[in-house]
């Protein structure tokens, strides 16, 4: 998956937002995920190569350097996340933590971030292999 994002004033989404600003929300993001009951059952926990690959896998996406691709290969992002169970709650929460990272990362403008978040709601949708469970908390 390649950065369907827009070039604007100031390059690309990647240059707009930094290498320093997108590595710091990325840490930031990891710190919400391993206190999200929703999400920790899905996720190792040591976060740190999850974080490599989340850093790596974002400079490509926002139109920076094609890290992921350099070390790791194709994304294959649906392929990749199939054998864990997304569903559309847990989907859900993960946005709410990349919101929450968004937020305590004043270095990324309110525009960036939305148009970042905006991008990554699509991914996350994307992601859904599992349905929601009736009469049960959405896991």
């Known amino acids: 998956m390649t950065a369907p994002l827009s070039l604007t004033t100031g390059g690309s ?10 590595a710091a929300l990325v840490s930031r993001f990891y ?3 391993a206190r999200e009951p929703l999400l920790t059952p899905i996720f190792p926990a040591d976060l740190t190569l999850t974080a490599e690959k989340q850093l790596a896998f974002l400079s490509g996406f926002l139109g920076g350097p094609p890290l992921y691709h350099e070390r790791f290969g194709h994304p294959r992002l649906r392929a990749r996340h199939l054998p864990f169970p997304i569903t559309p709650a847990r989907a859900q929460a993960w946005l709410a933590c990349m919101r929450a990272a968004l937020d305590a990362t ?17 991914v996350a949708a994307h992601m859904v292999n599992t349905p929601a469970q009736t009469g049960a908390a959405d896991a």
């Open 13 to 22: 989404l990647y240059d707009r937002i930094g290498p320093e600003a997108l």
């Open 31 to 33: 710190d919400f995920v």
């Open 106 to 122: 004043p270095a990324i403008s309110a525009a960036d971030g939305q148009e970042l978040f905006t991008a990554l709601s699509r």
